[in-house]
């Protein structure tokens, strides 16, 4: 087979049906796929580190029966994440900062 070989960089239309199958399945789910910064280690840690606070609330504490079950309870999680907790705040700001973490389905 002679096959063209795809553009480096491509846009338009067709760029999103051959982008990386990754995100072509972040898309299907409505996942918004984001990477970290470049020489911003401290960025992944931190994903890391939220990644398991929602691990031991949830899938190592609970069984589900489905995938809708752990859908609600992980909505359920967020919702209380974001609403429920006090964060740290700081000296001399408002009592209510913008959460710099804030989670979303």
């Known amino acids: 087979m002679n096959e063209e070989p795809l553009p480096k960089?491509?846009?338009?239309?067709?760029?999103v049906l051959r982008g990386h199958p990754f995100d072509r399945a972040c898309r299907r789910h409505d996942i918004e796929h984001r990477l970290?910064?470049?020489?911003?280690?401290?960025t992944n840690g931190q994903v890391e580190r939220m990644n398991r606070t929602i691990k031991d609330a949830t899938v190592k504490r609970y069984h589900y029966d489905d995938h809708n079950?752990?859908?609600?309870?992980?909505?359920?999680?967020?919702d209380a994440y974001n609403f429920g907790r006090?964060?740290?705040?700081f000296i001399g700001r408002d009592q209510t900062?913008?959460?710099a973490g804030k989670l979303s389905l």
């Open 97 to 99: 900062p913008p959460r």
């Open 69 to 78: 079950q752990l859908r609600r309870h992980l909505a359920d999680f967020i």
């Open 86 to 89: 006090r964060l740290k705040t």
């Open 36 to 42: 970290t910064k470049p020489n911003h280690p401290w």
């Open 9 to 15: 960089n491509r846009t338009g239309p067709t760029a």
